[in-house]
C-alpha cells in the first residue's frame, strides 16, 4: 500500500510544471489550448444549457428557455460559475495572445464571443429569474482582480 501511493505521488510529480525543464513556449501553447476548452465549453452551455430548452409552450414554461432555468437558485448558480469559468479563459487567452501579430483580431473575435453569451443567456433564461446585471459583474470580477494585483504589484514595486 505504501509503495502504491509512493508510485502515485511519484507519477503525479512526474506531470508537474519543472522550471528547469519545460521550455515557456510549450507551457505557454498548454495554458492557450486549456482556456480555449474552458471557453468553448462554458460557451456551448450557455446555448444549450443543462436539461435543455422547452420545446413547446405550456403554463409558465416558454419554448427556448432553459427547463433547468425552473429551479432558479441551482440554474443561478450554474450561471454564475460558467460566466466566471469564460471570462477567466477569455482573460487567459487574450494575455497570452497579447503579443501575437493579430492580437486585434482576437481581441474582436473575443468580444464578439462575449457578446453573444451573453445574448444567448438572455434568450433561454426567463426574464424574471436572474439579475442580469449581477451576471455581467460577476463576468468582470477576473478582470478587475487581474487589474487590482497589477495595480497593487506596480505601487508595490515603486515603493521599493
Known amino acids: 500500500m505504501i509503495n502504491l501511493l509512493s508510485t502515485s505521488k511519484s507519477w503525479y510529480k512526474r506531470f508537474q510544471y519543472d522550471e528547469n525543464v519545460d521550455k515557456p513556449g510549450n507551457v505557454q501553447n498548454i495554458m492557450l489550448l ?9 460557451f456551448q452551455a450557455s446555448v444549450t444549457p443543462p436539461g435543455g430548452v422547452w420545446q413547446e ?15 432558479s437558485t441551482a440554474y443561478y448558480v450554474f450561471l454564475i460559475a460558467n460566466t466566471i469559468a469564460l471570462s477567466t479563459s477569455v482573460l487567459v487567452v487574450t494575455s497570452l495572445t497579447y503579443r501575437f501579430s493579430f492580437h486585434l483580431e482576437i481581441i474582436i473575435a473575443t ?4 457578446v453573444t453569451y451573453g445574448l444567448a443567456v438572455f434568450a433561454v433564461t426567463p426574464d ?3 439579475n442580469f446585471r449581477f451576471v455581467m459583474f460577476v463576468a468582470a470580477v477576473p478582470f478587475i482582480i ?14 521599493k
Open 57 to 71: 409552450d405550456k403554463d409558465e414554461n416558454r419554448v427556448g428557455h432553459a427547463i433547468y432555468a425552473y429551479q
Open 34 to 42: 486549456v482556456a480555449t476548452l474552458i471557453a468553448f465549453i462554458t
Open 146 to 159: 487581474r487589474g487590482l494585483i497589477q495595480l497593487f504589484n506596480a505601487v508595490f514595486r515603486s515603493n
Open 128 to 130: 424574471k429569474l436572474v
Open 111 to 114: 468580444i464578439s464571443m462575449i
